[in-house]
Structure formats: structure tokens, C-alpha cells
């Protein structure tokens, strides 16, 4: 027993950041931006996506559409200045269940769409006249706030015929297909972006909007370009690769590609943590489970028996807990070091201001203290010990399709 407690532990350590461990990645994140910025060489991007903040004064109705690397969701939501706003229809479907798969190569760009112009009917009640903003949580390439061209599909999403053409067109024909010309798409935005226009439009003061369901990234408010800048940073090359994250890489569909994104993103994070309890647990038939799964384990919610098949002695739990914990909470710093770069960017030589930082997605939602080890990262770890400024999480749920909502208006 002695000795498998001594193994947790020392792995645990492995996972760990200490504060210097995230002032560098810190330094290092900002670094990148500002290079991606100056149209230098970097891991991140700075692409323009053409939307300045909303007022929280917009009014009317919009349909937004939110399409990520699980889910497709369809809403009809009223936007209604200072009193907020009513979501007053809204349709979601997985893209990939028992009965169909539109995550795969055998789909075509055509399907796929005429999936999504489905629920957007549905969500529309018909043939209505509405603007519409979609949420498009891929890397595009954008030229106005209108429509842009998917770069590459990332999160395990393999339908061909999409990269390089312009997704709002793709929608748009979609749309006519099913008899739905009088919806007009007007905007598209990554989810990074909604997040944040949803956030500042419910009176958060916010610069930046973060992402980590499925997939991770971030954005910002750049005052030098009056825009939102999207950072695409789950290509941040700076993270602290271990050989459970290296193993985690080399098994996915894209070797090499999106790395930071596979230390936080739910659709990694219970990989990750399988081939630590690979380790830990001296198996190599640790079954795959989801990243819920993960976290009714770490929870106590269910044992050992029920995610993995086979029991595990007293101590053994112990050390899966523990090591969860450790893959979750360095998510988490993650998350918080590399905001922190985006806010000593902004603050440039003045002290960073209080303000929000607008999170959606599974991590903060979901998993117990991760909106304050977020703020810890930030606040305690980074931040110099005479500066005291407070930088809260702010958890948006569905900023993704208010911020779509948003993004019409502002564009319709």
C-alpha cells in the first residue's frame, strides 16, 4: 500500500505547476499573441473577426445557431436592452448518436448542412423572416463580420467538402433546400467571440471571452483594432507536456496539432486521465470513458466497478482521485496563466483593472472549484504580491447562442 501511495503522489507532482511554473507560461502566451498580433510567426493566431462589444442596448429577435464539436443547438432568442433578453425556442442535437454519425467521412458537406437548416427550422417555426447568427467553433478565415471559410475541421470531425468554402453560403443553400429562403444568415463568429459579446451584454466588464467544453480557445477585446481578436489557442505550443499528454497526442486523429487544447478540452481531459491510470494501476485495459465520467468517479458519484469494469483496492481509489483532481486543477492554472498574458497585453505597462473574464463550457460548469483555482492561477500565482486587483470568473451559460443572437444584431 505504501508503495502505491508513494507512486500517486510522485505522479500527482507531475501534473502540479508551481507559480513560477505559470508566470513563465504566462510571459510565454503573451509573447505569442503579441507576435501573432505583429503578423510574426507564433502558435496563435490573431484573426480579425470584425465585431467591436455590444452596448446591452440592442433589441429584437434573432435566431442563433451554435454548432461545436458535440452539439448542435437552434434557438429563437428576443434580445431586450437593459431588462436582458428571453430565449423563446431553442432545438439541440448531438452531432453523432446511435442512429447517424454527421462527424464523419462518409458524410457529405451537403448532409451535413441540410442537418443543421433542419433544426433552425424547427427553432424558427417555419419560414419566418429572421436574421440569424452562427456560431462556428472552427478556424476560419474571416474578411468581414458576414461569412468566413472554414480552415480545417479540428475535434475528431472529418466530413469533407466544407474546408475552404464559405460556411454562412453552405447554410444559406441549406436553408433554401428546405424551403427556409426567408432566414437569412447575417453573421458568423466563433463561440470564443459569443462568449464574450454575451457576457459584456449582461453587464460583465469583460476583454476576455474562453471556451473549454469540448475543445478550448480564446478571445479578446484588441483596442488598437477595435475588434474582437480570436487567438485560436489551442494551437499554444508553451504548455507542459507530460508522457500521458504525448500518448493522448500521438492516438488522436491529428498528431501534433491543437496541443494545448488536449490538456484542457473535454473531449481529452478523460483521456488524458486514462493513461495516467494506466500507469498508476500497472494495466494497460483502462477502457475510454468520457470526461463525465471522469468526474462522477473523481466525485464519488460512481466507483471504480462502474466507469472502468473492475474494482480497485481502498488505496487505489484514493490515488484516482487524487490524480483526477490534478488533471482537472492543472486545466485549470492552464486557463488561468494563459489569461493572464492576454491581461498584462491589455494592461501594457498601466496595472491590470478588475474586471470579469467570461467562461463557457463544461470545465467551469461542471467540475467542482475550477472557476476558483481559474482565479487562484490568476490572482495569486501570477499576479506580483503589491498588485491586489480582483479578476473574477464569470461562468455564460448559453453565451454561445446569445452571443450568435448579439452578432446578428449587431450585423443584420
Not at 17 to 43: I, P, T, V
Not at 305 to 334: C, H, N, P, W, Y
Not at 378 to 387: K, L, Q
Request: with cysteine; charged share 20%.
Amino acid at each position: 500500500m505504501a508503495d502505491t501511495i508513494k507512486d500517486w503522489e510522485k505522479m500527482r507532482q507531475e501534473l502540479h505547476l508551481s507559480g513560477a511554473d505559470l508566470r513563465a507560461l504566462a510571459g510565454h502566451f503573451r509573447a505569442e499573441a503579441e507576435a501573432a498580433l505583429a503578423g510574426e510567426k507564433s502558435s496563435l493566431s490573431a484573426l480579425h473577426t470584425y465585431l467591436g462589444l455590444p452596448t446591452g442596448r440592442e433589441t429584437g429577435t434573432f435566431l442563433a445557431l451554435d454548432f461545436g464539436g458535440t452539439n448542435v443547438r437552434a434557438s429563437r432568442i428576443r434580445l431586450l436592452g437593459e431588462q436582458g433578453m428571453t430565449v423563446e425556442s431553442k432545438v439541440a442535437k448531438p452531432l453523432k448518436c446511435a442512429d447517424y454519425d454527421y462527424t464523419s467521412s462518409e458524410r457529405t458537406a451537403e448532409e451535413l448542412f441540410d442537418f443543421i437548416a433542419g433544426l433552425v427550422g424547427e427553432a424558427a417555426g417555419g419560414n419566418q423572416p429572421y436574421k440569424l447568427g452562427f456560431t462556428f467553433s472552427f478556424a476560419v478565415n474571416q474578411t468581414s463580420a458576414k461569412d468566413a471559410s472554414l480552415i480545417a475541421w479540428s475535434k475528431e470531425i472529418a466530413v469533407p467538402g466544407v474546408a475552404g468554402r464559405p460556411v454562412n453560403q453552405l447554410l444559406k443553400d441549406a436553408l433554401v433546400r428546405a424551403g427556409l429562403d426567408a432566414i437569412e444568415p447575417v453573421a458568423l463568429l466563433n463561440d470564443t467571440t459569443a462568449t464574450l459579446l454575451s457576457s459584456v451584454y449582461q453587464h460583465n466588464p469583460a476583454q476576455i471571452g474562453i471556451v473549454c467544453g469540448t475543445g478550448f480557445n480564446m478571445c479578446y477585446y484588441e483596442p488598437a483594432l477595435s475588434m474582437i481578436v480570436n487567438l485560436e489557442a489551442a494551437g499554444f505550443d508553451g504548455g507542459p507536456a507530460t508522457v500521458w499528454d504525448q500518448h493522448v497526442d500521438a492516438a488522436s486523429q491529428q498528431p501534433g496539432d491543437h496541443p494545448f487544447e488536449k490538456m484542457i478540452g473535454g473531449r481529452y481531459l478523460s483521456e488524458v486521465y486514462g493513461q495516467v491510470l494506466c500507469d498508476f494501476l500497472g494495466r494497460a485495459d483502462v477502457p475510454y470513458f468520457t470526461t463525465r465520467e471522469m468526474n462522477e468517479l473523481i466525485s464519488g458519484v460512481k466507483s471504480a466497478e462502474d466507469i472502468l469494469g473492475f474494482a480497485v483496492t481502498a488505496a487505489e481509489a484514493e490515488g484516482m482521485k487524487a490524480l483526477g483532481k490534478a488533471v482537472f486543477a492543472r486545466a485549470a492554472q492552464l486557463i488561468g496563466a494563459a489569461s493572464f498574458g492576454i491581461l498584462s497585453h491589455l494592461a501594457g505597462e498601466e496595472a491590470i483593472k478588475e474586471q470579469a473574464i467570461a467562461i463557457e463550457g463544461s470545465l467551469v460548469e461542471k467540475i467542482k472549484g475550477v472557476p476558483a483555482l481559474i482565479e487562484d492561477a490568476i490572482c495569486v500565482f501570477c499576479m506580483a504580491p503589491t498588485e491586489n486587483t480582483r479578476i473574477r470568473v464569470a461562468p455564460n451559460n448559453n453565451g454561445a447562442s446569445l452571443g450568435a443572437a448579439i452578432a446578428a444584431a449587431l450585423c443584420g
